[in-house]
């Protein structure tokens, strides 16, 4: 069952529950929202298949971010391949779940509570920093982001990722209002805006349709590896070799 299925079986909506909980009681926090929303979870869903289905180029990403992951079924997945990955989100619960199941399948995820939100938005330095995490300051090799729209976090990936690195994102279009009542319309792209919203990224692919009762932006992005003036690029700061991030 995926997070939005889970979603949808527990609260009864019928719809698209993703980012469902910003339309709840405005004096709560969105730690508080999102908590109450994830009291009844035990485990992480699956992960995402468009991010499973990316497994080739993520072979290639020795660290990965997975920003507004949720209960982690994403992250876990990604930790799984061997990558160094760090799930931040908003809900300690969400992040408690993930750390259980990371725990039990014995799997190694650092989990980082913020609040991607907030402005000025936390630099990859500062995630890191709460996690003590040994990433490098210049960001990630890869960047997820699923289901999960605030515009500012979307222009500033580019800054988590190091160059060369790659972001995986997918949003949910207004296109989905057709069949789905959730998410409400400020958490839908419209037609072909996913790849304006992550400036400074060039696409690597991009697709736009029914992903089973879903329609979906989904976008993978890479930050250009910098340039010399001699025209070669800059030499690369991974820890194990490979070929784009
Ligand atoms: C619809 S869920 C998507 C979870 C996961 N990315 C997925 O695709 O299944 C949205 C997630 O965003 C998180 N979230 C909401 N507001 C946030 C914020 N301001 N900062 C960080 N995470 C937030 C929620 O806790 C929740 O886990």
Same mark, same amino acid.
Request: hydrophobic share 45%.
């Given at each position: 069952?995926?997070?939005?299925?889970?979603?949808?079986?527990?609260?009864?909506?019928?719809?698209?529950?993703?980012? %469902?909980?910003?339309?709840?009681?405005?004096?709560?926090?969105?730690?508080?929202?999102?908590?109450?929303?994830? %009291?009844?979870?035990?485990?992480p869903?699956?992960?995402?298949?468009? #991010?499973?289905?990316?497994?080739?180029?993520?072979?290639?990403?020795?660290?990965?971010?997975?920003?507004?992951?949720?209960?982690?079924?994403?992250? @876990?997945?990604?930790?799984?391949?061997? #990558?160094?990955?760090?799930?931040?989100?908003?809900?300690?619960?969400?992040?408690?779940?993930?750390?259980n199941a990371a725990?039990q399948?014995?799997?190694?995820?650092?989990?980082?509570? %913020?609040?991607?939100?907030?402005?000025?938005?936390?630099?990859?330095?500062?995630?890191?920093?709460?996690?003590?995490? %040994?990433?490098?300051?210049?960001?990630?090799?890869?960047?997820?982001?699923?289901?999960?729209?605030?515009?500012?976090?979307?222009?500033?990936?580019?800054?988590?990722?190091?160059?060369?690195?790659?972001?995986?994102?997918? #949003?949910?279009?207004?296109?989905?209002? @057709?069949?789905?009542?959730?998410?409400?319309?400020?958490?839908?792209?419209?037609?072909?805006?996913?790849?304006?919203?992550?400036?400074? @990224?060039?696409?690597?692919?991009?697709?736009?349709?029914?992903?089973?009762?879903?329609?979906?932006?989904?976008?993978?992005?890479?930050?250009?590896?910098?340039?010399?003036?001699?025209?070669?690029?800059?030499?690369?700061?991974?820890?194990?070799?490979?070929?784009?991030?």
């Open positions: 069952m995926t997070a939005a299925d889970r979603w949808n079986a527990e609260q009864g909506t019928g719809a698209d529950p993703v980012c %469902a909980s910003r339309d709840a009681d405005a004096s709560m926090t969105a730690a508080e929202r999102w908590d109450a929303k994830y %009291a009844d979870w035990h485990e869903s699956p992960a995402s298949d468009f #991010i499973t289905g990316q497994a080739k180029l993520l072979a290639d990403c020795p660290t990965a971010v997975d920003l507004a992951g949720g209960a982690g079924g994403t992250a @876990l997945w990604l930790a799984e391949q061997g #990558i160094d990955t760090a799930l931040v989100d908003v809900s300690d619960r969400a992040l408690a779940i993930a750390r725990a399948r014995g799997v190694p995820l650092h989990t980082i509570f %913020a609040d991607l939100e907030a402005d000025p938005l936390p630099s990859p330095a500062q995630l890191a920093r709460l996690a003590a995490l %040994a990433v490098p300051d210049d960001g990630w090799h890869a960047a997820v982001c699923t289901n999960f729209l605030h515009r500012p976090l979307l222009g500033a990936l580019r800054e988590f990722l190091v160059p060369g690195g790659i972001a995986f994102v997918l #949003i949910a279009t207004v296109e989905n209002l @057709l069949v789905n009542a959730r998410p409400g319309r400020p958490y839908l792209v419209e037609p072909g805006e996913l790849p304006e919203l992550c400036a400074g @990224l060039e696409p690597i692919s991009f697709e736009e349709g029914w992903f089973g009762q879903r329609h979906e932006a989904r976008l993978v992005a890479h930050r250009a590896l910098t340039v010399q003036a001699s025209g070669s690029a800059l030499p690369e700061r991974s820890h194990r070799p490979h070929a784009r991030c």
